[in-house]
């Protein structure tokens, strides 16, 4: 069975700042995607950003970006210019590539401040 | 707004009960997800449907049960209840079953406590 882990419970940052939150896998399959997804205090689950494991590029989408180690079985998210609403519980979570795989696995997430 | 309804939004009862919560999946979507988000277990995946049929199971207990309608919508049983099976309750929906492309949009959660 795949795993997730996110090593870091909390994190803070000042805003406008960057920050980085960490997360590993284990898995045996070679496709799959990984995914980071934002719980604001509102509770929504709301997707950040998501990377197919076969694309070698890493996924961006505006302030957000990834380190993807396919071979280190890393996956860390990368918060440019931190704002205040970029505080939240994140989540990272795995996917395998096959069609009875469709169930996401997650860690156990990351609580992000950002400090004034 | 995801698009993901979830009814209701909070939900209070005692042990021993039993409560439906309701999903209506994005138009267009036919796979529904349900996961339960508790302090101890963390994100948990209970159980998949596409197009009205049990696709996949997770660590779902035997008192929860799961369907999905003609309409799509989704109902998740939860039957006998137990002190700990208070949590957030979310449904997700994606177009497809298939792990393409396909991205999971949760809806807002069914927070229930059990008395």
């Known amino acids: 069975a795949q795993t997730v882990t996110q090593s870091q419970p909390e994190m803070s940052v000042q805003e406008a700042e960057t920050v980085t939150l960490s997360c590993t896998y284990d898995?045996?399959?070679?496709?799959?995607?990984l995914f980071w997804y934002k719980q604001p205090p509102s509770r929504q689950m709301i997707l950040v950003i998501r990377?197919?494991?076969?694309?070698?590029q890493n996924a961006t989408e505006n302030r957000f970006s990834v380190n993807f180690q396919k071979a280190a079985k890393s996956f860390s998210l990368k918060i440019s210019d931190s704002q205040l609403g970029d505080a939240a519980m994140y989540f990272c979570?795995?996917?395998?590539?096959?069609?009875?795989?469709?169930?996401?696995?997650f860690g156990e997430g990351t609580q992000l401040t950002v400090n004034p | 707004d995801s698009g993901v309804t979830q009814t209701p939004k909070h939900l209070i009862t005692a042990t021993g009960q039993r409560v439906t919560l309701r999903c209506s999946p994005r138009?267009?979507?036919?796979?529904v997800y349900w996961y339960q988000q508790s302090l101890d277990q963390g994100l948990q995946f209970l159980i998949q449907?596409?197009?009205?049929?049990?696709?996949a199971k997770g660590n779902i207990l035997e008192r929860f049960s799961a369907q999905q309608f003609p309409d799509l919508h989704s109902e998740l049983n939860l039957s006998s209840l137990e002190l700990g099976d208070s949590a957030l309750y979310f449904c997700?929906?994606?177009?497809?079953?298939?792990?393409?492309?396909?991205?999971?949009?949760f809806g807002p959660g069914t927070r229930l406590t059990v008395l």
């Open positions: 997700a929906s994606s177009v497809t079953m298939q792990s393409g492309t396909d991205t999971q949009y």
């Open positions: 898995t045996s399959e070679s496709d799959y995607y």
């Open positions: 990377q197919e494991a076969y694309k070698q």
């Open positions: 979570a795995y996917r395998s590539a096959w069609t009875s795989g469709s169930r996401l696995t």
């Open positions: 138009s267009g979507d036919l796979s």
């Open positions: 449907y596409y197009n009205g049929e049990e696709r």
